[in-house]
Every structure is written in structure tokens, then in C-alpha cells.
């Protein structure tokens, strides 16, 4: 079956590094994405990852990929009060037609 | 280039009646997908058009329709209306097959009293 599961908060200091988790059932996903979403707006692409690479890195993006474990992660480093805002985990594969989302995980930063 | 626009942007309605929604994809992108996304159930996947046809559906009643222009322009259809139907209706873009980069809209947020 097709399901993208991620914990539903977190809350980190501004300056410290986030990690958000997401689990995937489809084996057969191509590709792993990350969205944000700030209050009021749509969904803005933050990255992405094929099935074929384990790691991924963007400024202070870093994506790792455990294709055995279906497990991906996104680490923001030196977290800023600006990426406050909900992260969803989502994977579609080639044939699919259609892009399945996680719950997305809200993030919260201290100042 | 711009962006997927989506209209309108905020809409209430009464329930029992019904409501079109309208969504105009990235020039070059065929495909178009919808989403509802509500506090409790996040984003659910509604179905998706490529070029006119609809290659995909999600689990939601026949309440719930749409349809793509050759254009590539697409609109949904919700007949009905239920108070639960209250949600934020999401419009992704996609140059073709699945697989490739989705570009959202705004969102068109609909409430349904």
C-alpha cells in the first residue's frame, strides 16, 4: 500500500539543527520530496532526492535516504525563526500519477 | 514564468449547494493534480489530469468531479456541499508523466456553512 508517515511536531532552538523524519511504504517510489508550508500559502518544493542516491545536500539542507529502512530525513542546519512553518515528506513514482503526502510536521523555533 | 494560479482564493458557500474551483497550471504543464488538505486528515489526494484525461482518483465520493481543458487548464466540482467539505483545495502542476517536480498554488480555501 501507498502511506508517508511523519511525527507531527517539533520544536528547536534558533541556531540548533532540525531533523524531520518520514517513513514510506511504496519500495517502488522514485522520488522523495520535501515541501514547506508557511501559514496561508501553498506548498513551496524544498528539495528533492531520486530512490538512487542516499544523500542529498542544498545550503543547509541535507536529505538522507535509508531505502532499506523506507526511512528519509531532512536536516536544516543553523535553524532560523523564518523556517517556522510545516514540512511534508512525499513520494511518487514513475507510472503513478499521483504524489502521496505525509500528515507534514510543524515546526516550531525558539528564539 | 507565472506561477499555478488558483481561483478564487477564498470562497464560502451554503451546504447543498455547489461550487467550481478553477486552476491554470504552469505554461508547458500538462499535468494537473488536486488535493484537499484539512487540519485532521492533511493532504488527500483527489485525482489528477494529463493532457484532458483523468489518470487518476483518490478515495472521494462522486460529489467530488473535475475535468481539464486542452488548455491544460482544469477545474473541480464539488456538488453537495457537506460542512466537512471545508478545507483548503490544493492545484499542483507538473510538466508531464508522475514523477516530476509539483508546483502548488495558493489554494483555494473553501468553507462551507
Known amino acids: 500500500g501507498e502511506d508517508v508517515e511523519q511525527s507531527l511536531f517539533l520544536s528547536v532552538r534558533e541556531g540548533d539543527s532540525s531533523v524531520i523524519n518520514c517513513t514510506y511504504t511504496d519500495s517502488s517510489s522514485t522520488y522523495l520530496y520535501w515541501y514547506k508550508q508557511e501559514p496561508g500559502a501553498g506548498l513551496q518544493l524544498l528539495t528533492y532526492i531520486f530512490s538512487n542516491m542516499d544523500m542529498k545536500q542544498d545550503q543547509r539542507l541535507t536529505v538522507l535516504l535509508n531505502k532499506k529502512d523506507k526511512h528519509l530525513s531532512l536536516r536544516i542546519a543553523d535553524t532560523q525563526t523564518g523556517d517556522s512553518a510545516i514540512y511534508f515528506c512525499?513520494?511518487?513514482?514513475?507510472?503513478?500519477?499521483?504524489?502521496?503526502f505525509g500528515a507534514g510536521t510543524r515546526l516550531f523555533v525558539k528564539a | 514564468k507565472a506561477g499555478v494560479t488558483q481561483t478564487p482564493r477564498y470562497l464560502i458557500k451554503t451546504r447543498g449547494q455547489q461550487v467550481t474551483l478553477s486552476c491554470s497550471p504552469i505554461s508547458g504543464h500538462r499535468s494537473v493534480s488536486w488535493y484537499q488538505q484539512t487540519p485532521g486528515q492533511g493532504l488527500q489526494f483527489l485525482f489528477e489530469y494529463f493532457s484532458e484525461t483523468q489518470r487518476n482518483k483518490g478515495n472521494f465520493p462522486g460529489r467530488f468531479s473535475g475535468r481539464q481543458f486542452s488548455n491544460s487548464r482544469s477545474e473541480m466540482n464539488v456538488s453537495t456541499l457537506e460542512l466537512g467539505d471545508s478545507a483548503l483545495y490544493l492545484c499542483?502542476?507538473?510538466?508531464?508523466?508522475?514523477?516530476?517536480?509539483?508546483?502548488f498554488g495558493q489554494g483555494t480555501r473553501l468553507t462551507v456553512v
Open positions: 512525499a513520494e511518487t513514482h514513475t507510472g503513478g500519477f499521483k504524489t502521496i
Open positions: 499542483a502542476s507538473q510538466k508531464g508523466q508522475g514523477g516530476t517536480e509539483a508546483f
